[in-house]
């Protein structure tokens, strides 16, 4: 029999995040656990077969064979691209989270 491992499930919204602590079978890909997590019920819009996961910050494929403690975050595509933000501010002088002193 299969030892199970305790591993986390999360995603976040702006206004909502959720984070569950379930157990699964070792060998258990990262997409399997978020299958076996039933997230997608809380998120009726998110596809959980198809969108983007990863663990603690960093990207990985579906096939990732998870280790007890491992975190499968699941990814939203963001509202912004980073890049062109930073281009659009520089274009007018300003940077992202600096306060510009000289607008006095």
């Known amino acids: 029999m299969a030892e199970l491992l305790a591993i986390e499930v999360a995603y976040a919204l702006p206004r909502k995040q959720r984070l569950l602590v379930i157990?699964?079978?070792?060998?258990?890909?990262?997409?399997e656990a978020v299958a076996l997590s039933d997230i997608g019920d809380e998120f009726p819009d998110l596809d959980t077969a198809a969108c983007?996961?990863?663990i603690?910050?960093?990207?990985?494929?579906?096939e990732y064979v998870l280790a007890s403690g491992d975190r499968v975050?699941?990814?939203r595509p963001l509202l912004n691209d980073?890049?062109?933000?930073?281009?659009?501010l520089a274009a007018s002088?300003?940077?992202?989270?600096?306060?510009?002193?000289?607008?006095d």
Not at 56 to 62: C, E, M, N, T
Not at 82 to 88: A, I, L
């Open 23 to 31: 157990k699964v079978p070792e060998g258990t890909t990262a997409r």
């Open 52 to 54: 983007p996961i990863g």
């Open 56 to 62: 603690f910050g960093s990207q990985v494929a579906d």
């Open 73 to 75: 975050e699941i990814y």
């Open 82 to 88: 980073p890049r062109e933000t930073r281009r659009r």
């Open 93 to 103: 002088g300003r940077t992202m989270g600096k306060v510009n002193l000289d607008d």
